[in-house]
Each structure stands twice: as C-alpha cells, then as structure tokens.
C-alpha cells in the first residue's frame, strides 16, 4: 500500500513538504503525531490524526504516537484565541494512559514486526532540561524573525485577540520543534504528521534537525475536518463527541455518525474508515440510487462504532435507535442500561408516579395509572377506548386490559414504565 497515494484518495493531505513522498517509498519510515493529554479521552477531533497513523502502520512504516505531556504544560497558540489551562504531572501520566488504552484500537503496540507502534510522551526529555540550557542549546538555532513569520503568532499578535500572547505559548513551536529533533536523533524520525494548523510548528522542527545535526527531515499535514453547512466538526450541542463512554455513551456516538448529512457521510467514510476505495464507490453509488436507505451513514456508523467501542455496543445501539419505531421491541427495551434507556427517551414527556403504590400487594391498575397517577389520558373513559382499539402499548407491548395491575415487575430498570399512545406519543413515567 502506498500510504501518500492512500491518504491523497482519502482527501486527508492538506500540504506536504518536497521529498516527503520519495522518502516514504525509499524504505520503511518512522513518522509521529504529536496528541495533546489536556483530557483522558481522546474525541473525534483526534480521529483524523488517529487513522493517518494507522494508514502509515498499514503502509509499512512504523508510527509513533506522541502525548504532549510538556507541551500541554505550555498549551499551543496554533488557532487558538486564548491560552488554555496547564496541568500538573500526575493528571498527564493518568491522560496518557488512558489515551494509550484508545489508541490501542487503532494501532499495533504489540506488534513482533519492525513497524510496531511505539507510545512517548514529551515530558520524558523536556523534564530534566533547565531553562538556560534549552535557550542555549536549541534557541539559539531559531531565530525570533523565523519564529514571528508563523501564521498561529502573527494572529495572535495581529489584534484578534484581546489577550495578547505569553512567552511561554510563543516558545511552545521550539519545544515542539525539539520533540522533532529528539525523535530524528533517538528513534530514527524522519516525519511528522498533523492537523494543517500544526504546518508552522512542524517545520520549525525540520529547521531545527537542519540547522543542528545537518539532517532532513519531512512535513505531511491534513486539512481540518468541516461539515457541509459550514458548522464545526465533533462538536453537538451537549460538547465534544467523546471516544470514552463515560463521557459520550456507544448509543449517542452511533447515532452522531448515523445523522450526519449526505455529503458529510460520502467525505467521512473516507476519512474515518478502512474500507477499499472499492466498497465506498459501492456505498456511494446505493445512496444516489435510494438516498432514504443512507447506506453511507449507517455503514459509517457501524465501521467507527465497533472500531471504537465493540461490535455488541454497536448491535446494541441499533436496536435501541430502533426502539422508538419499532412495534416489536419489548425484549430490545428491557435490555437497555439506564444511561441508554434515558438517551432513547429524550425529549419524550415524563411524568413521576409513586414507587410505594406500585410496590403494595394489590400495585396500580393501569387505567387509574394512566389518568389519576399521570395525565397520559384527560379521561378514564378516552383510556379505555383507545386500549379495546389497541392503540395502547407499556413498554413497547400492547396492552389489552384497561384494568391490568402495574407493579414494580413491570418497571424498566426498577425504575421507569414507557408507555405509548397510539403511533406517536411516547411518556416515560419515573417511579420514586
């Protein structure tokens, strides 16, 4: 596999320094990406970087992973309108290896073959070198004329942002431009890869493996990722679309790639999957047949949701996206955790009833449940005769016996009843 002729097809080069290719086709290559530890989770703004080190693997070429465990003391300027928070050591080595842990899905840290993934974090090098010898021995090399011509300071000095720049984010491209340097030297590094707002800190660090050790050394950046309208990628109203499923349950991430737009999907399928040029053109050509099927968005969804999380998390988060539509879910329904249940159900109606009633020996008939307990019906009369035309269901089943007992048996995680009247009118009712 050609990995630049792979990424080109994909629409994941942004720009690429002279020779980088010829390199890459010489022999096996060592290459990084630089991860920033700010959180121990990656999200699917990583994502892009994340398949270009697995395209790289793919290809042969051996890929390290780089948490930026010094850097993210600094925080990098690239892009952004304000200095971000620092963290302290002990929360960065936690980062770290929960990031490892995701990173894992994606890559061959285990591998027996040369081109095994390799994990560093930055801070291992940078925290033992003292501030004067840092300006001695790798400042002096850089010029600030050289520095000041990037785009992410000159935006940043230009007046768009109110707070100006500290030294210590202005220094971050010499750090970065170490990290380079230390990995050609140590590991054999011949190129880095990163989002296309990295271009300047990265070839700071070409610079500087030229200017000291008389090395050369490669550039390979990729666009950022942007939905068609215009609005910003991984972002949804509740934040960032987490890889942890503490943070962004399987059921919300499945349903994140399974909405986005048409011509989203054709672009990210490329981006964020494996899958032959050849299945895509096929996904792509079902879609213009039948767009109603978006065979695109749902094998998208599939691919990254078991790459991800699992393929059960995936089956999983089907069947509960088909919950609200099918008639025959009961069994689906109760296998749903909480978290889940509550995702399914959001923004459908909920009403309390009593935990107490349900748990007495005699429970609650449905009727009285359903009027006097929580207003699903304006009348007991209205309850019974949508029940005999069966437009009645508890937890996805047709109820048939207006005067049916409910008790705590009937409660979905000992907790909530889902009742639904007639074809569209869901209520959730939350037992306390």
């Known amino acids: 596999m050609n990995f630049v002729e792979e990424l080109k097809w994909r629409g994941m080069i942004h720009q690429m320094m002279p020779g980088t290719e010829e390199q890459l086709q010489k022999e096996m290559t060592v290459a990084y990406l630089g991860i920033d530890p700010t ?11 994340v398949m270009m080190l697995k395209h790289l693997q793919r290809a042969g070429h051996k890929p390290i992973a780089l948490v930026g465990g010094a850097t993210g003391m600094i925080g990098d300027p690239s892009m952004k309108s304000q200095e971000r928070k620092l963290l302290d050591e002990q929360t960065l080595r936690h980062n770290q290896e929960a990031i490892k842990r995701q990173l894992a899905k994606f890559l061959d840290f285990d591998s027996t073959e040369p081109n095994a993934a390799e994990l560093v974090n930055n801070y291992d090098w940078m925290k033992q070198f003292s501030f004067l010898d840092f300006i001695r021995d790798v400042g002096k090399h850089i010029t600030v004329n050289y520095m000041m011509a990037k785009d992410s300071v000159k ?10 720049m500290s030294f210590t984010e202005f220094s971050y491209q ?5 990290d380079f340097l230390c990995l050609y030297r140590d590991k054999g590094c011949r190129l880095q890869l990163g989002g296309s707002d990295q271009w300047g800190n990265i070839t700071t660090g070409t610079e500087l493996i030229r200017r000291t050790l008389g090395g050369e050394a490669f550039a390979l950046t990729c666009p950022l990722i942007t939905k068609a309208d215009g609005g910003k990628f991984g972002k949804t109203e509740s934040g960032n679309v987490w890889l942890d499923p503490r943070y962004t349950s399987p059921y919300q991430f499945y349903q994140f790639w ?20 050849e299945e895509i053109d096929e996904l792509v050509a079902q879609q213009a047949a039948d767009p109603s099927q978006r065979p695109l968005q749902k094998r998208l969804a599939k691919e990254i949701t078991t790459m991800v999380h699992s393929t059960d998390d995936y089956e999983m988060a089907v069947e509960a996206s ?13 296998r749903l955790d909480e978290t889940t249940l509550l995702q ?5 109606p909920q009403h309390v009833i009593s935990l107490q009633a349900l748990q007495s020996a005699d429970g609650v008939k449905l009727v009285d449940l359903l009027t006097d307990a929580a207003p ?10 949508m029940t005999q035309q069966g437009g009645l269901s508890v937890n996805k089943e047709k109820a048939t016996d207006p005067y049916a007992t409910v008790t705590v048996a009937d409660l979905l995680n000992g907790k909530y009843l889902l009742v639904q009247r007639g074809k569209k009118n869901y209520f959730l009712l939350i037992a306390q």
Do not use: C
Request: proline residues 1%.
């Open 39 to 49: 959180a121990d989770s990656l999200h699917i703004g990583h994502l892009v970087g």
């Open 155 to 164: 935006k940043r000095l230009s007046g768009e942002s109110q707070q100006g």
């Open 174 to 178: 010499l750090v970065q431009g170490y």
């Open 258 to 277: 399974l909405n986005v737009s048409d011509t989203d999907a054709e672009k990210y399928i490329k981006i964020f999957t494996t899958l032959s040029r």
């Open 322 to 334: 088909k919950i609200l539509f099918s008639n025959h879910a009961g069994e689906a329904l109760r």
């Open 344 to 348: 399914v159900m959001e923004g459908v």
């Open 376 to 385: 699903v019906f304006p009348s007991k009369g209205e309850m019974r005769k």
